[in-house]
């Protein structure tokens, strides 16, 4: 069993944290971990989020409320827990917020060091976050119509996918996270349209259950329609906890682990 999205969080770069993470997973009966840190964290990466910042001022008060560090220690980090022997699979990445108007930019920071994989988020939704409670309503939800949001947010999942600057999809139905908000709208046709970008495009897809343990959400995981459509078209599909902390490691894995990788009747 893999789970593979875990956030290590900027401050906690040791070695005595890591293998707290690997302990939980072995608990868990995790034989595979994917540790990566969000772009937000680091210095290098701000450029990614100006358009954003300009936005709206929440936005930036929120990002800059981080105590950013340099990419370089999060990477020195990476090179010396690469020479170190695990009881499971470790590999090291990042999660990137992806702006379309930034993907050269993007392309540019990803080849600058050796990374495992490179999973593409979106959490912005026309240049505004959509997931941070108490700011994302007042900038975002109560600005745009529900509707025009989650037809936007999933033409962003697209153009992530079709991007080839991304090994995997984080999260791809979150946006559904704000449960006071739904679409009344059929979402069928972009489903299917995110199949097939992902397929065509060799890019995994992860059913992320961070939504239900961390927000509340019903769903254990992806909707059980975009589920089953991204299985009948065969996606590359993964399981993740989105673990911020050591006891988050392999939450529900277990019980999303047939439902993922069962192929439909």
């Not at 022997?85 to 590999?91: A, E, G, N």
């Not at 999973?119 to 119509?145: A, F, M, Q, T």
């Not at 995994?204 to 509340?216: D, K, P, Q, S």
């Amino acid at each position: 069993m893999i789970d593979a999205h875990i956030h290590l969080e900027a401050e906690n770069y040791t070695l005595e944290y890591l293998n707290a993470y690997i302990r939980q997973a072995l608990d868990m009966g995790i034989d595979e971990i994917h540790v990566l840190e969000h772009t937000h964290h680091f210095k290098e990466w701000l450029p990614l989020y100006e358009d954003a910042i300009n936005e709206a001022p929440e936005t930036k008060q929120w990002l800059l409320q981080h105590d950013m560090i340099h990419i370089q220690r999060y990477y020195d980090f990476i090179s010396f827990a690469r020479t170190q022997s695990f009881p499971i699979t470790v590999k090291f990445g990042l999660e990137v917020c992806y702006f379309p108007q930034k993907e050269a930019f993007i392309k540019t920071m990803l080849e600058d060091f050796d990374f495992d994989f490179a999973i593409g988020s979106i959490h912005y939704v026309y240049l505004r976050p959509y997931d941070l409670k108490g700011i994302s309503e007042k900038i975002l939800w109560n600005v745009y119509p529900t509707n025009d949001i989650y037809e936007e947010y999933y033409h962003l999942v697209i153009q992530s996918a079709a991007s080839d600057l991304f090994t995997q999809i984080g999260h791809p139905d979150t946006i559904k996270m704000f449960t006071d908000y739904k679409p009344d709208i059929d979402l069928t046709a972009l489903y299917q349209e995110l199949a097939e970008t992902l397929v065509s495009h060799h890019v995994i897809a992860e059913n992320n259950v961070g939504c239900h343990y961390r927000y509340g959400h019903p769903d254990m995981g992806m909707s059980d329609t975009l589920l089953n459509i991204l299985k009948e078209h065969h996606v590359m599909l993964t399981t993740s906890s989105d673990a911020h902390k050591p006891a988050h490691v392999g939450m529900h894995i277990k019980d999303i682990q047939e439902k993922t990788f069962l192929q439909n009747k």
